[in-house]
RNA sequence: GCUGCUGUAGCUCAGUGGUAGAGCGCGUCAUUGGUAAUGACGAGGUCGGGAGUUCAAUUCUCCCUAGCAGCACCA
């Protein structure tokens, strides 16, 4: 006799074994056909599997996470399957569920094609319609190796060998294909349906090792339903229309070329959200107490030995001979053998360390809030390269906090507070943080590090804040915090983060004198709010779409004309606006209206004034917002107060 | 860095083994038009760079380079 217990208490009796189905079906003819699979004591298992002890149980049906996830993974089998109907030389390897859909990775002499890819769906649509029942089998071990191997499919066998001792040795089958998984799955396979959709073909290494062979990945998205799948392909859309790459060529902001990879040149138009971004952050730091430095660019290399950054982290530094160029024509660049290099700071970190050392600091001195917009380089591969999210030249907003061990919690929870609110003006509300904690290869003693993890986590729970454990994701000389928003269209971005470092002040001996009249280390916080500069205006951008808001945007407004007869007037509108410090501009081309409204609106310009001859008789003027139908019609006095009063940044507001 | 794809006018993109085209933009002229494209004419290209095959290469092959997607890495 087993007694199942249900998710509201009930309790069911069996004789002595049972399965999902079963029990739903014993609930309800209704219930048993919607039933996927089932949750026993928290892990998800087969509707079919049998069940011999007393459990709790919760049947898993289409509306559900898991239920997502079983479909993903099911069809990623199906691609697999019909992959090896078309290609019967491809191996398989894995292929797992993942945020939004699923992907699998093929062994194969010849990458797949965009064509490749119409075909195999076709198939894994048949395959589907089959309706063929996953059925799940435990093989041996050694015989499953052996016959995983005589059939070619050495990636499978190499997965066997390496499964812990005591786990089974399970395959699924669907008709006549079946592959090595731990399951569990769908019924079977028409209970995938239809909402799924093959997007594209990438290489990927095998067990995600650069030093492994290159397999071939084919990535897939699947839904419950149509709804879901079209939604999803919607926001990839408006992915795509709010590119920054995109819309910083449209807007005027910035661009890129070959001769500087990885640096951005700003133009007149992005360097203007640039630097009100800056004036915000540098307000918002003075008012939480910071000093504001700035550091050397190039340092010597023996500088960065005894950081630590020559031998941690010389492959992303950009390195340079001090040594003085040959400026003949012929020969080589440089006539003699350098015998000192200089290094380009990669990070602000060490630099800020030397201004701390100057002169004997007292405990009474900490916390010393030390911030820079420090302008750093660091030679990232190529293929890491993506517009200006991801550069080689980027300036931080970085500051470190000298504390004492007893100031980190108090440190810690005003940084959280101010870094909060300074993403609530910028537009972003919804902010997951994560604790990454000690990794296996680090420094310092484990009660440093208790102590130092703990104190973090008491900081944020102070805040106020859930936060999620990343375990040993931290750096090696500390625990740190990530703190990831969410933008408009629910995508996630890691922007802020706080580390805890005991290792660096100690490797450039940095010291304070404590009460005791003894020399103290002290620890160093790195803090960052927004990132760096660049990644987070390309956040910026594609959260807005372009339309910033107004104290940001690079053009808050445009004057412009119906017909040349008002231009004196346009004009006196206009420059009051900029003697106001507000960013316009005057548009009296000698065009139709129509076309100057339109041009301005595709430019996503917010008010656009509009004066013709009724405005200047009346000494007026007619504005029309972005994205409403309705103009205002105000007067010259009205019209300067009312934009002064919209382009107010965060910091005039409060 | 690895795998695959791509590089033609300022932008978006056609096209071809016989040295190139469209739309938008730009310039000139006409037009003075009340809230999402006025018309006409015109100027723009060593077809990413180098080598090879060929009578002939922007087109075919190879190498390099940059971009794109993914992997690895990461702010």
């Not at 200006?388 to 504390?403: C, E, G, L, P, S």
């Not at 609530?424 to 902010?431: H, T």
């Not at 107004?550 to 900029?578: F, M």
């Amino acid at each position: 006799m087993i007694v199942i217990t249900l998710p509201d208490g009930k309790k069911m009796e069996f004789s002595n074994s049972t399965t999902g189905l079963e029990i739903a079906k014993t609930i309800s003819s209704s219930l048993a056909k919607a039933a996927l699979a089932i949750i026993k004591n928290d892990s998800l298992i087969d509707l079919s599997a049998k069940i011999t002890e007393n459990a709790s149980v919760n049947i898993i049906t289409r509306d559900s996470d898991e239920a997502l996830e079983l479909i993903r993974h099911d069809t990623a089998h199906v691609m697999a399957e019909a992959v090896q109907e078309l290609f019967p030389d491809a191996q398989v390897t894995i292929g797992p569920s993942i945020e939004n859909g699923f992907y699998y990775d093929f062994a194969r002499e010849i990458p797949f094609s965009t064509e490749d890819l119409t075909a195999i769906e076709k198939k894994m649509r048949q395959i589907i319609e089959r309706n063929e029942p996953f059925i799940r089998e435990v093989w041996d071990r050694e015989t499953a190796i052996k016959h995983f191997s005589d059939k070619g499919e050495k990636y499978k066998a190499e997965i066997i060998y390496d499964l812990p001792a005591n786990e089974d040795v399970t395959v699924y089958k669907q008709g006549d294909w079946y592959d090595l998984c731990r399951g569990p799955h769908l019924p079977s396979t028409k209970h995938i349906g239809t909402a799924f959709k093959l997007m594209k073909v990438a290489g990927a290494y095998w067990r995600g090792d650069s030093k492994n062979a290159m397999l071939h990945r084919i990535y897939g998205t699947a839904w419950r339903n149509d709804k879901e799948l079209k939604a999803y392909l919607t926001m990839l859309d408006e992915a795509e229309k709010r590119d920054h790459r995109k819309l910083g060529r449209e807007m005027d902001l910035f661009h890129l070329q070959e001769e500087a990879q990885g640096s951005v040149f700003w133009h007149d138009k992005g360097y203007t959200i640039w630097l009100e971004l800056e004036k915000y952050i540098r307000c918002r730091l003075q008012d939480a107490g910071y000093q504001e430095v700035k550091t050397p660019q190039l340092l010597d290399s023996k500088f960065w030995e005894q950081s630590g950054h020559w031998s941690k982290f010389r492959e992303n530094m950009f390195v340079v001979p001090d040594v003085v160029p040959n400026i003949e024509d012929d020969g080589s660049i440089f006539n003699e053998e350098p015998k000192n290099y200089m290094a380009i700071k990669p990070m602000n970190c060490p630099a800020h360390v030397q201004i701390f050392k100057q002169g004997i600091k007292s405990y009474r001195d900490l916390p010393i809030r030390m911030a820079e917009f420090g302008c750093c380089h660091r030679n990232e591969p190529h293929g890491a390269l993506h517009g200006i999210m991801r550069v080689r030249q980027m300036t931080q907003d970085d500051a470190h906090i000298f504390v004492r061990e007893d100031q980190i919690l108090e440190e810690t929870l005003s940084f959280c507070h101010l870094l909060l609110s300074v993403y609530k003006d910028l537009g972003f509300e919804d902010v997951a943080v994560k604790l990454s904690t000690r990794p296996d290869v680090r420094a310092g003693e484990d009660e440093t590090w208790n102590k130092a993890e703990d104190a973090l986590g008491q900081a944020l729970e102070k805040a106020g804040l859930t936060f999620s454990i990343n375990p040993g994701e931290g750096a090696f000389y500390g625990p740190k915090i990530e703190f990831v928003l969410k933008d408009a269209i629910g995508r996630d971005w890691q922007c802020g983060t706080l580390q805890l470092d005991f290792v660096l002040p100690e490797r450039l001996d940095a010291n304070y004198i404590g009460e005791d009249g003894q020399k103290h280390r002290p620890v160093m916080l790195h803090r960052a709010i927004l990132g760096s500069m660049e990644r987070f205006i390309g956040i910026l951008i594609e959260n807005y779409a372009g339309k910033f808001p107004l104290w940001l945007a690079p053009v808050q407004a445009v004057v412009t004309t119906i017909t040349g007869e008002t231009d004196d007037y346009a004009e006196e509108v206009y420059d009051t606006l900029k003697s106001k410090g507000m960013r316009v501009e005057l548009d009296l081309r000698n065009e139709k209206i129509n076309r100057k409204i339109r041009e301005h609106s595709l430019a996503k310009v917010q008010h656009i004034i509009v004066v013709g001859a009724r405005e200047k008789d009346e000494r007026k003027t007619a504005i029309r917002t972005l994205g409403q139908k309705e103009q205002k019609f105000l007067s010259f006095d009205e019209t300067i107060e009312f934009l002064h009063n919209e382009t107010r940044s965060p910091l005039e507001k409060t």
